[in-house]
């Protein structure tokens, strides 16, 4: 058997619900861009898959103690440790569309488990394919400023005919480093080139003048006009499928594993 039958279910049927990981099951987390490769090399092997689209991240569950010693980049093992434990959120299982938050591989008790052995082969090729090779050593984040043992390559600093610098950044950091400023500059000469875009100068004036009563001028300032319309709210999207750990013996509260900068 290629998918193990378990004698388990997700409990809500309304709900996401954080469940314990190393009771019924550990879980594999990948980036949604290697688990997409991964998944297409597992085929029909791969048992029920999580996608969480907040954050990216793919999850497969496994049975426990079954993954202690991999080492995969960007790949995690979620799995109880003696001295803390480890939350994973699981969508009911009626959850296939229509949520951030959903099971991308259907959840049914025969499909529930994957093999670890096919899994780590899959997600291994994929990392090698989607990452690219490994870098020699520890590098320095951009952004945080610190030593990562899973380096991503990022952008390559351009200085005319000197060469290239390549920029790292940490897997957390790596998903928010900008587009390269020499692509985004090649590819608006191309938009240009093509009748594309069309450049238009700024309005030096901020006010707008009008006849009023009486028939005298009057001026109304941009920022008047725009007084009556509601400023756009910002809005922060937690996650609701990141592991969420708590430290054994107090009531210690959970947070992400792999929280959004």
């Not at 499909?111 to 050593?137: H, M, N, S, V, Y």
């Not at 984040?141 to 043992?149: E, F, I, K, V």
């Not at 390559?156 to 000197?162: L, P, T």
């Not at 008047?224 to 709210?233: F, I, K």
Request: proline share 11%; with cysteine.
């Amino acid at each position: 058997m290629t998918n193990r039958t378990l004698p388990w279910e997700p409990p809500n049927k309304q709900d996401i619900e954080a469940l314990p990981v190393g009771t019924w099951w550990d879980a594999i987390s990948a980036p949604t861009a290697v688990a997409d490769r991964a998944l297409d090399l597992l085929g029909d092997r791969s048992g029920a898959v999580i996608q969480d689209d907040t954050y990216g991240k793919t999850y497969w569950l496994i049975g426990v103690d079954t993954a202690r010693s991999w080492c995969i980049r960007q790949v995690r093992v979620l799995t109880e440790l003696a001295d803390e434990g480890t939350l994973l959120g699981v969508p009911p299982a009626s959850w296939v569309t229509g949520h951030s938050l959903y099971w991308r591989v259907p959840f049914r008790l025969d499909r529930c488990l994957t093999d670890t052995q096919p899994l780590r082969d899959a997600l291994a090729q994929a990392a090698r394919e989607i990452l690219g090779p490994k870098p020699d050593g520890r590098q320095l984040c951009y952004r945080c400023q610190l030593p990562t043992d899973e380096p991503v390559p990022v952008a390559i600093e351009h200085s005319g005919s000197v060469a290239g610098r390549t920029v790292y950044a940490c897997p957390t950091h790596a998903r928010d480093y900008p587009a390269d400023a020499v692509t985004q500059a090649a590819a608006m000469r191309r938009a240009l080139d093509r009748g594309r875009t069309r450049w238009r100068p700024p309005n030096p004036s901020p006010t707008r003048t009008s006849m009023g009563r009486g028939g005298q001028p009057s001026t109304t300032p941009r920022a008047a006009r725009l007084a009556g319309r509601p400023a756009p709210s910002a809005r922060r999207v937690s996650g609701c499928c990141a592991p969420m750990r708590r430290l054994r013996g107090g009531p210690g509260q959970g947070m992400p594993d792999e929280a959004p900068p």
